[in-house]
């Protein structure tokens, strides 16, 4: 299967690391901002094409499916114009920074008949997967997610440490990731959902803080969490009280609430989470079927974040 990446920042090169322990799929095309440092990322990963602009590499390449880790304000525009283009697509969390974007993707989608899935990890890191095979069985169930997503971001810089050409935000991308989660994990939709934010920052224009509560139709809660203020530790960490023990999640380690380690190694074929978000995007393909994350699976998310962004414009 042929792939072209668009966006060699640090969630691209996450996803070209996790490729290249797929066989049977080959990136042959790098799309990026500027062509030095495109060529510097294709060159080190043995891609032959190279360009700065994405509808001419669709053109140029024999790409099946493209992966999108643009920034956030071009996500929905860019689904479109791929799967306008006839090419499948995994685009990076969050799928649109609106409500009436991510409804336009999901059209699109439907109109195409073209796999469109986002890149929600959480339903893919072993950890919490560990804990959703579990719901799923019956053996647990959900009673309160407590989350804490935690970032010391009062620079405008990447996960990689460098400048940023757009500003990151904590509601339509870092919320997006436990609005889903919970859903998915409760395994039932969001109910009610309620919002604070602390001061808008002077430089970023965005608040830095956050804290948002959620309920799912089954009576289970979730609250959360998020600061772009907080000096370490850096991440999300999920606590998942359930009916039958308590489960810690960071990153892919999964612990007890007695802190004792969970083997969540034999969940999947590997204990990466882009990688095995990368493998349900190349086996849907080729499968013809609905990936985990598709977008409409996704889009209830997205539909109570907007919920979510119109009660802060009506408290401030």
Avoid at 9 to 22: E, P, R, S
Wanted: glycine share 6%; hydrophobic share 40%; charged share 20%.
């Amino acid at each position: 299967m042929k792939v072209l990446l668009s966006g060699p920042g640090a969630f691209g090169i996450k996803h070209l690391d996790g490729i290249k322990k797929i066989d049977g799929v080959e990136v042959v095309s790098l799309v990026g901002r500027t062509l030095d440092k495109t060529q510097a990322v294709a060159d080190q990963y043995g891609i032959k094409h190279v360009s700065t602009d994405l509808a001419k590499a669709l053109e140029e390449t024999a790409a099946e499916a493209v992966i999108l880790c643009t920034p956030t304000q071009q996500h929905a525009s860019e689904s479109i114009q791929c799967m306008k283009a006839g090419k499948h697509v995994q685009v990076e969390i969050p799928l649109a920074d609106s409500w009436a974007e991510a409804e336009a993707v999901m059209k699109t989608q439907q109109e195409t008949g073209l796999v469109c899935m986002v890149g929600h990890t959480r339903r893919f890191n072993p950890s919490h997967q560990w804990v959703h095979k579990r719901v799923e069985s019956g053996e647990l169930n959900v009673q309160q997610m407590d989350v804490q997503t935690y970032f010391f971001r009062r620079k405008n810089i990447n996960a990689k440490g460098e400048p940023r050409s757009w500003t990151d935000h904590l509601l339509w991308h870092h919320a997006a990731h436990t609005v889903d989660l919970f859903a998915y994990q409760a395994n039932s939709p969001v109910v009610a959902a309620n919002v604070l934010q602390g001061p808008v920052h002077e430089e970023l224009g965005i608040a830095l803080d956050m804290s948002i509560q959620m309920k799912a139709a089954n009576g289970a809660i979730c609250t959360l969490s998020l600061s772009f203020n907080n000096d370490g530790p850096l991440g999300t960490f999920f606590r998942y009280i359930c009916d039958n023990g308590t489960y810690i999640a960071r990153y892919d380690d999964l612990v007890n609430g007695k802190e004792e380690p969970i083997d969540v190694s034999k969940v999947d074929v590997s204990m990466n989470g882009i990688e095995l978000q990368d493998r349900d995007f190349f086996a849907a393909i080729k499968e013809g079927r609905e990936p985990i994350s598709s977008v409409a699976n996704v889009l209830p998310c997205y539909k109570v974040l907007h919920d979510l962004e119109q009660q802060l414009s009506h408290h401030s």
